[in-house]
């Protein structure tokens, strides 16, 4: 009898706990391919960082109290600067990439963590202060990025889930989670690259385990599976950004699938007449615009308005949720026009805090910089796509900027201050 058969395997004989490296058995795992996913990852974070701080930047936030989410933030506002008004298409980019890299790379990110996870277990906790040290920072590394991509991917699932407290939650989270990335990157990079440059002997692997179980799945097949679950989330929600038939396959988020309606004003809505409790009424005859200014204060009717000179702008909806509508063509009056109406006529064009119809709510009060009211393309549009506006696309009046986030885009307009900004 062979007597090799009546040995018990050694990882049967005393139960493994989850600090040996036996413990982990996956034939998967290795410094190769945990490189290669923090690579993406690098490339990837970089990018949601800096289209978060320009998503950030894009409110104005230094420019008026009602712009800013996060007003406690002190030095971490240093970068910021007046958002231009071109090119037109510009926070339908930095937002659009902001969202849907952040949900492409859900995948990514789970399939790293699975990688490390032996190295959560390793004991002693730390063999020195340095190694101290970097167990701290990975805390806040994994904490960071768990934080940020769940508020993030519930914000944009279930919108007003945090009302008022996302932005200081996502803001503050990106920061603290950035210095743990960049302490992190900092100690693996020079490793990781000569890893993927020229391998690692199977020796020195430390994240490969001392005892494979039997593959069902080989390196390249792992990567290939989350390389397609990336692939079929862009498919889901990057349509979101466009019209047509790609819009009609983002289904995994809102605002993808089919144009909620048909005609010129079926394009998406962020949030309908009802839901912001406008009263119908008011907002016909007995609508005003109020314009304030040095010239004091001057009301019009719809009709003196549209009596106007009227000027056109194809210009999209672009939400700091990610979706975006392509151009519309919006139909109304210059901003510098009323801004003139206003008082403010010898050329330079004033700040202007506008207000809405809307009786409460985050979004019903925006100040506007001196660029957004200068630009021949700001309007405060009456009509769009050659009909008037509907009450849930803002009528009678709505702002529209180019390159600003839709929250700058005031629905139902009754007052506008110029030069009143705080
Ligand atoms: N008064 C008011 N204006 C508003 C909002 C709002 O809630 N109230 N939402 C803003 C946001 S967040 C966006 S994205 C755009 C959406 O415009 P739409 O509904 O016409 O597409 O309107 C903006 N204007
Ligand atoms: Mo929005």
Request: aromatic content about 8%; some cysteine.
């Amino acid at each position: 009898m062979d007597d090799s058969r009546l040995k018990t395997p050694a990882r049967l004989a005393a139960p493994q706990l989850p600090s040996t490296p036996a413990f982990w058995r996956s034939p998967v795992r290795g410094v190769r391919f945990t490189a290669l996913l923090g690579v993406v990852l690098l490339a990837g974070i970089t990018l949601l960082f800096v289209t978060g701080l320009l998503s950030y930047a894009a409110y104005n936030p230094d420019l008026a109290a009602v712009n800013d989410k996060t007003p406690d933030k002190g030095l971490l506002g240093f970068y910021l600067f007046a958002w231009p008004t071109g090119p037109h298409w510009l926070y339908r980019l930095t937002q659009g990439l902001h969202v849907t890299v952040g949900i492409v790379l859900v995948p990514v990110l789970l399939a790293k963590l699975w990688s490390v996870v032996p190295k959560l277990f390793v004991m002693p906790p730390a063999r020195s202060v340095a190694q101290a040290l970097e167990r701290v920072s990975l805390l806040l590394l994994v904490g960071g990025v768990l934080f940020e991509f769940v508020t993030g991917l519930l914000n944009i699932q279930l919108e007003y889930l945090f009302p008022g407290s996302f932005y200081p939650l996502h803001f503050y989270g990106a920061w603290v989670f950035v210095a743990g990335f960049v302490a992190h990157v900092g100690l693996k990079l020079p490793r990781t690259l000569r890893v993927l440059r020229h391998g690692i002997p199977p020796a020195a692997d430390e994240l490969a385990t001392p005892d494979p179980a039997p593959p069902t799945l080989s390196r390249r097949g792992a990567l290939t599976v989350v390389g397609a679950g990336s692939l079929l989330l862009l498919v889901t929600s990057a349509g979101r950004s466009f019209d047509g038939p790609l819009r009609r396959v983002a289904l995994l988020t809102p605002r993808g699938g089919a144009e909620p309606g048909e005609g010129p004003n079926g394009f998406q809505i962020n949030k309908t007449a009802a839901k912001a409790g406008i009263v119908p009424a008011d907002t016909r005859e007995r609508w005003r615009l109020t314009l304030a200014g040095p010239a004091g204060e001057v009301r019009l009717t719809r009709a003196q308005l549209l009596a106007m000179p009227q000027h056109s702008a194809a210009l999209p909806i672009a939400c700091v949720e990610g979706w975006s509508t392509s151009d519309q063509w919006w139909r109304g009056v210059r901003l510098r026009d009323l801004a003139a109406l206003a008082g403010h006529a010898d050329g330079r064009a004033p700040d202007v805090l506008v207000e809405s119809l809307q009786p409460s709510g985050p979004f019903r009060t925006v100040a506007l910089r001196g660029n957004q009211v200068a630009d021949p393309r700001s309007l405060l549009a009456f009509g769009v796509n050659g009909e008037e506006l509907s009450l849930d696309h803002g009528y009678p009046a709505r702002i529209v900027v180019p390159a600003a986030p839709g929250v700058m885009n005031t629905k139902w307009v009754a007052r506008m201050t110029f030069g009143g900004v705080r």
